[in-house]
């Protein structure tokens, strides 16, 4: 089972930091990371950066197209305004299949804010206690969405870049 994890650091450099780390614990397979991408929001900017983590991701690999649609929703759509409520709605409605809720959007939209940065994580097999041991000591917030084997699949067909 894969799962969507999403931490919250207290600076606009953290989830990069956080990324090398993880993919130094990837090479000694303790993490699988399956897809990653962060979003670093620097104090002053009106608006964050998205980055995918291609370079650590593996074959079956999300595009562009699910982080572009994610980050939108969360980041940028709110500019365009009352005319693409009903636009915005089908969108989230859609991510819901995939274990992505209208919760889990509001949390993460309140949540990741200007100072701040995000590193989305899908990963597959973790060796829970030898990451948290790499991570003693660092300070970030976890929002969390398990995805079940199921959604998964269905998040690979319909978003990585295999046709």
Do not use: C
Not at 27 to 50: C, F, H, M, N, Y
Request: charged share 20%; glycine share 10%.
């Amino acid at each position: 089972m894969a799962t969507l994890t999403v931490w919250k650091f207290d600076t606009a450099e953290g989830a990069k930091q956080a990324l090398a780390k993880l993919a130094e614990l990837q090479k000694q397979r303790l993490i699988e990371i399956k897809d990653a991408a962060t979003v670093s929001w620097p104090a002053g900017k009106k608006k964050p950066k998205t980055k995918q983590a291609v370079d650590l991701a593996g074959a079956g690999a999300l595009d562009g197209a699910f982080w572009g649609l994610l980050f939108g929703i969360l980041f940028f759509v709110p500019i365009l305004g009352v005319v693409a409520g009903a636009a915005v709605g089908a969108l989230t409605g859609s991510l819901s299949d995939y274990g992505i809720n209208d919760d889990f959007i509001k949390d993460v939209k309140s949540k990741v804010t200007e100072g701040t940065s995000a590193l989305f994580l899908l990963t597959g097999n973790v060796t829970l206690d030898k990451v948290q041991e790499a991570f003693e000591g660092e300070t970030a917030e976890l929002i969390q969405s398990n995805l079940t084997n199921e959604q998964e699949e269905q998040l690979q067909a319909n978003f990585s870049g295999e046709s």
